[in-house]
């Protein structure tokens, strides 16, 4: 049985935590709609890219002078994961969620005997990720200094990757991050973003407009596809941000509310324990008074 | 004159959106380009350079590093990464972007397709320093 006074000490202590869940709360609350705005605005580019390098694939007829960014390598051996995570924590199962996924594609890529090669952008995912695959890790990048997503910072990360590639370092490359549904709900995504998933592979002929290439054909696709990849990362790191503000009202917001919860139950427990006091007191004046 | 549309997209936002165009001239890779309502569906490369819009009341003017363009359907999308409006652009700031370019410039493992991308830059830098 807790003393009056314990019961007291812990009553504040978690009134003021329970103040800086609120707080917190309340700036992920406005940061989400600054990020929110920022993803939504940032689609019109990615989709855009999207469209013309879907318009441009379906012009390619034969595969074997394609860019390899396009079709891939021809092997299956290397697989680059690039996981997308957050810096800072406090934001619920945001960055669980993404590495849960992630290591489940890890699982699988190890069992099928193909090896690994992980590049973690943002401090938690490589916190979480080096113990279980330390030696897999090539690269590590964090923008803790970025105080605004900005497209150089994805270009950074997208320019890395083409690098790896020509060096013909991987075949494979996916990307996990979070993507926004709304502030309840993120969902962890793997996107294979080389050799490019054509998600809608039979392509209406709408699609196969008779374009004016200037330069030609493939030397837009070469110059097309790196700047693809840096968008892509892009609206990644944009959807992330959105989703780990969101995440976090979330979390700060059950905080806040399970802090009220235990506020109330203990002040029940304290205002007992008092009443018990004075209860015992006033027993024993009473039988000391009777036995006189 | 006939209009169509016009968008230009930046990564972080739709930059300008227009129905109202007359005619834009663009940089192409391949030299200055117009365009005009009812062209054929076109794909293509921006170098640095000047994209002027017109429209019926006014005219645009916006200075590009690179980008990519797509005309379909009446409606020209821009994508680019760096662009400014004309009007904003003050000597301090173009001095620094002509300074970067040099810069690139003087690197020795320079291609050449860099450097005439470098050199345009430039050229069209000074060209803005001059008006």
């Known amino acids: 049985m807790p003393s009056l006074d314990d019961l007291r000490k812990r009553i504040t202590s978690v009134k003021s935590t329970q103040k800086i869940t609120k707080a917190m709360k309340m700036v992920a609350a406005a940061k989400l709609r600054k990020a929110q705005e920022n993803a939504e605005k940032g689609r019109p580019y990615s989709e855009k890219m999207n469209n013309i390098i879907l318009n441009l694939s379906a012009g390619v007829s034969d595969p074997q002078s394609a860019p390899k960014l396009l079709v891939g390598t021809g092997k299956e051996d290397v697989h680059l994961c690039v996981v997308l995570t957050s810096d800072r924590g406090l934001c619920g199962g945001f960055n669980s969620n993404i590495i849960k996924k992630a290591k489940n594609y890890f699982e699988k890529i190890q069992k099928e005997g193909k090896s690994l090669k992980i590049i973690t952008v943002g401090s938690k995912g490589y916190d979480q990720l080096k113990r279980q695959y330390g030696k ?3 690269e590590n990048i964090s923008f803790k200094e970025s105080k605004n997503i900005n497209y150089f910072d994805a270009a950074k990360v997208g320019n890395l990757i083409i690098e790896k590639f020509q060096n013909e370092e991987f075949d494979f490359c996916t990307i996990f991050f979070n993507k926004f549904k709304n502030v309840i709900s993120q969902i962890p995504q ?7 998933e054509n998600e809608n592979k039979d392509k ?3 699609l196969k407009s008779n374009y004016e290439f ?5 030397e837009i696709l ?9 968008t892509q990362i892009f609206k990644a790191m944009l959807e992330n941000s959105a989703s780990e503000q969101g995440s976090r009202m979330t979390a700060m917001d059950n905080a806040t509310r399970n802090a009220g919860d235990l506020v109330d139950k203990l002040t029940i427990q304290y205002n007992r324990s008092r009443q018990a006091a004075i209860t015992k007191e ?7 008074a009777e036995s006189l | 004159m006939d209009q169509f549309n016009l968008e230009i997209i930046s990564p972080e936002k739709s930059f300008l959106t227009k129905s109202d165009t007359e ?10 380009m117009g365009i005009l309502k009812d062209h054929i569906p076109l794909i293509s490369f921006l170098k640095p350079g000047i994209i002027d819009v017109r429209s019926k009341n006014e005219t645009l003017n916006y200075y590009v590093d690179d980008g990519i363009v797509e005309f379909k359907d009446n409606t020209l999308s821009i994508l680019t990464s760096n662009i400014f409006d004309l009007k904003e652009m003050d000597k301090n700031k173009v001095d620094k972007i002509v300074k970067d370019a040099e810069k690139g410039l003087k690197k020795d493992n320079i291609k050449d397709h860099e450097r005439y991308i470098l050199d345009q830059k430039i050229e069209v830098l000074n060209s803005i320093k001059s008006n």
Do not use: R, T
Not at chain 1, 282 to 288: C, D, N, R, V
Not at chain 2, 23 to 32: C, L, S
């Open chain 1, 214 to 218: 200037e330069p030609d054909e493939d």
């Open chain 1, 136 to 138: 897999s890790i090539i």
């Open chain 2, 23 to 32: 005619e834009v001239v663009i940089p192409a890779i391949e030299g200055y």
């Open chain 1, 282 to 288: 006033l027993i024993e004046i009473i039988s000391g």
């Open chain 1, 222 to 230: 070469n110059n097309l596809l790196p700047k693809n990849i840096s």
């Open chain 1, 190 to 196: 793997a996107q294979q973003i080389i050799p490019l």
């Open chain 1, 204 to 206: 209406d002929e709408k």
